[in-house]
């Protein structure tokens, strides 16, 4: 959630974040007008409770008819704490509830718009020309078939659609991927993390996954527990409730955990193999440091998906996230997208998202900087997605025997093969 005290100096701020982000811009008033309702009536229970102490202290002294109209007014007088007490309540819970529907801030550089208006800040790699070299790409479920990697006929036959068995060379290719993202992560300096699946609703709604993405969450109703759509969230929660000294800032995380999500509203979208998906393993980078530093941070993510990238030989561009495309913690957001060869464009693999202090204030996690206590921004990025990462891997480095060329990054986990060959019939 955003601080109070800049909604009450600088609402029209909040009101151009909101209309940027094409979101409700009259929640801001009601939020104002919650707020100041909730101080005045904080003001008129604390001058009301004085009262009651100070005439608490006249009624023993008193006697006879003064005694009696004192004990009177004492009556009338607690009537009137205990309504001013439940307004006061009232007036904070509803602040709190409006408050949290309220998105993080848009960062002022972010381009405003849609899905489609975001910038593209650079590219890197060149796509392969398949007509040059005289054939025509597989896309990648056609490969991993070929190569006895992946089988979606089953994994439907399973679990339903959007499902998928990796078999053979498919499953060992994701352990590679999981291995060199960790290496990576703990070179530079992150803590490897295995993270719960199931977080309770205080960590889901904490992160901001319980607003405008609460339709892709799965909820297990008995329990009451949510399956995490990314290890974001418990890495986030990890802290929740703690203040942090400033000297073991910042503090970085590497989550690998299974994701689950509903992907609603996305039917008819990417239905052929396994670029969206309802479960899903990742490699989650998150970083905790103080407000200051959240911008540098985040620049330092985003090299970081960049490496990655890089190592795996593949074709990408960096955008810069239109402020209607945010999810609501993030203030601003790169994304990292491959090129899809057989898709002709380009495609989301990872991201990364500052969240400022949005996520600490609804987690209350501080920093204790000296004498001063405060909120602390946290920020994520997107490592490996694995069912994405092998998608791009297989179309953008096969060959036309249907083999695919191994990255050399990748080569030590997977025995040092150069290839992955076609599994024999």
Not at 305 to 328: C, H, M, N, Y
């Amino acid at each position: 959630m955003i601080d109070l005290r800049l909604l009450r100096e600088d609402p029209d701020r909040v009101r151009a974040s909101q209309r940027a982000r094409g979101e409700d811009v009259a929640l801001v008033d009601s939020l104002l007008s919650a707020d100041e309702r909730r101080r005045s009536s904080g003001v008129r229970f604390d001058e009301l409770r004085a009262e009651q102490k100070a005439l608490g202290k006249l009624i023993p002294k008193a006697t006879g008819d003064e005694k009696a109209e004192l004990l009177k007014k004492a009556g009338t007088l607690a009537a009137d704490v205990k309504a001013a007490d439940a307004e006061r309540d009232a007036a904070a819970a509803e602040t709190q509830e409006l408050l949290g529907r309220l998105s993080n801030l848009v960062h002022p550089d972010v381009p405003v718009g849609g899905e489609e208006d975001f910038v593209t800040l650079e590219t890197h790699g060149t796509a392969r020309d398949f007509g040059a070299e005289g054939f025509e790409p597989k896309d990648h479920l056609e490969l991993g078939q070929l190569l006895g990697a992946i089988d979606v006929e089953r994994g439907a036959k399973v679990s339903g659609s959007r499902f998928y068995f990796l078999t053979g060379v498919g499953a060992l290719l994701e352990l590679a991927l999981v291995n060199a993202a960790i290496a990576q992560a703990t070179a530079a300096g992150f803590t490897p993390m295995l993270t719960p699946a199931l977080v309770r609703p205080q960590s889901m709604a904490g992160t901001g996954f319980l607003g405008q993405a609460a339709q892709d969450v799965y909820h297990l109703e008995k329990d009451d527990l949510y399956l995490v759509g990314t290890s974001e969230v418990p890495l986030a929660a990890y802290h929740m409730d703690e203040i942090i000294d400033a000297d073991r800032l910042p503090l970085r995380y590497a989550g690998f955990s299974p994701c689950f999500r509903r992907e609603a509203g996305s039917h008819g979208k990417d239905t052929r193999g396994i670029f969206r998906v309802h479960q899903f393993d990742k490699v989650e980078m998150f970083s905790y440091v103080t407000p200051e530093e959240s911008q540098a941070e985040h620049q330092r993510l985003l090299e970081w998906e960049k490496q990655w990238l890089t190592s795996l030989e593949l074709p990408f561009r960096v955008i810069d996230v239109a402020s209607g495309d945010l999810g609501s913690s993030a203030s601003r957001k790169y994304d990292c997208e491959a090129w899809i060869p057989t898709q002709g464009k380009y495609r989301e693999l990872t991201s990364t998202s500052d969240c400022t202090e949005y996520q600490s204030r609804r987690l209350q996690i501080r920093v204790r900087d000296g004498k001063t206590v405060r909120p602390l921004a946290t920020l994520n990025g997107t490592l490996c997605a694995v069912p994405r990462t092998i998608v791009a891997i297989l179309e953008n480095h096969q060959q036309a025997d249907g083999s695919v060329r191994v990255p050399e990054v990748l080569r030590p986990y997977l025995g040092g093969r150069e290839f992955l060959e076609p599994a024999a019939k």
